[in-house]
């Protein structure tokens, strides 16, 4: 695995060739309208190698069908299935492209519906010369071929991938709820209360130990690229700054050791002998009573039992020897390692869950300085400190300090990665095999296609050049 290290873009004025698309088809309108583009301020340039298990099915048009074993059942799979058994081809002339969601570094998402169904996707446009001009390109592939690879409860799923006069689009699951930043902005702290921070990093870990045993590197863990779907749970996104490399599963003899003598009490978890079945049981510790019938003889305690797992072998499979230089991800979330030049590996994305959590949980980020140089002089050089308000307990904040170690391999998970990290206290309680039934903190409200539509027309009336009169369609420049 080779990686070149690339410097960051400087923001020039100079513009790539217009690149339109046609929003909401309709034969008795023409709105044109611009769009605008805004650039992230980190990229790079991997190499990567590509293999997939996974079948795809190609047609002369060039369009892929990704099958999703766990998605299965979707109706969205059928739909698209139709049009392909129909026209032989899936192009962006068999969606009506409602708005747009958002824009990134090499592309631009809107949310659109397939032709003759209420089906809403998510589709990534990215114009191609833009992208070889700009020599990103291979961020394009990249992200391309991993997600042809993900298959994932909190990950995206990839119906397909087309390319429609020289556009590039990814169609992909849409997700109503916004990502976890907008979330945060909503809350009336501006701060996730700790338990709703719990189940969303949990969802996030589980989906970043899918990723590190593939062989990703994700590298661009935020809020923003946390999506919430409409059952109120997760999606991890963007995927074009990750790193791909072998990954050698390794099994590995777990510490015989309980908790450490400077460990304190533990605060929360199931009671021992609760039927409660929640994946996020917060219950108190219950007092211990006194059965008046004797015990089987040699029955063991759920605590005994739980201790006897901990001292089982446990299979690692952490990319630990992936090695970069390049210069990539958000200020705010960069970790030491990237900032000093020395090489980075899968511990990157250890320190950004720390920085994640710790900005679900206090509304801001812990090193964040008046400007980008000064955010970076902090993270490599001031401590770690706590805000006194809000209130976090002793687990939340001995979990963030395990995380954001300024050296790597002091950091928790350096050494077996998500295994190490679900062991933590903070996590206490916590049913991981259950975790997809457990309600989320909150639903997003429900999601009409019609509505999006009749917005979509009612604000083209509204601010653009209309005329009932001429065949048309609402016009945006992708970049």
Known sequence: MKESKKEQPNKDSSKSPLSTITLISNKNSKYKDKGEFTQSSNSSICEYSSS???SEDRNLSGCIIINRPHMSKDIRWQAINHIMKQNGFLGLGHFNLLKKLGCGDIGTV???ELIGTNY???IKIMDNEFLERRQKMPRAHMEREILSILDHPFLPTLYAHFVSENLSCLVMEYCPGGDLHVLRQKQPARFFHEQAARFYVAEVLLALEYLHMLGIVYRDLKPENI?????????VTDFDLSLRCSVNPVLLRSPSTGPGPTEPPRMSG???GSSCIDPFCMKPTCQVQVSCFRQPKGRKTKQDLAGERRKLPQMVAEPTEARSNSFVGTHEYLAPEI???????SAVDWWTFGIFLYELLYGRTP????GNDQTLANVVLESLRFPETPLVSFQARDLIKGLLAKEPENRLGFHRGAAEIKQHPFFDGLNWALIRCASPPELPEAYDVAVSKAAALEKAKK???YNGGSGGGLEFELF
Do not use: Q
Request: net charge negative.
């Open 52 to 54: 997939t298990s996974i």
């Open 367 to 370: 090193f964040k300085g008046p």
């Open 120 to 122: 809403p996707f998510a």
């Open 227 to 235: 999506l919430v779907r409409e059952d109120g749970h997760i999606m």
């Open 463 to 465: 601010y653009l050049d």
């Open 110 to 112: 809107y949310l659109a």
């Open 270 to 272: 199931p009671c021992a």
């Open 339 to 345: 900032i000093k030049g020395d090489g980075h590996g």
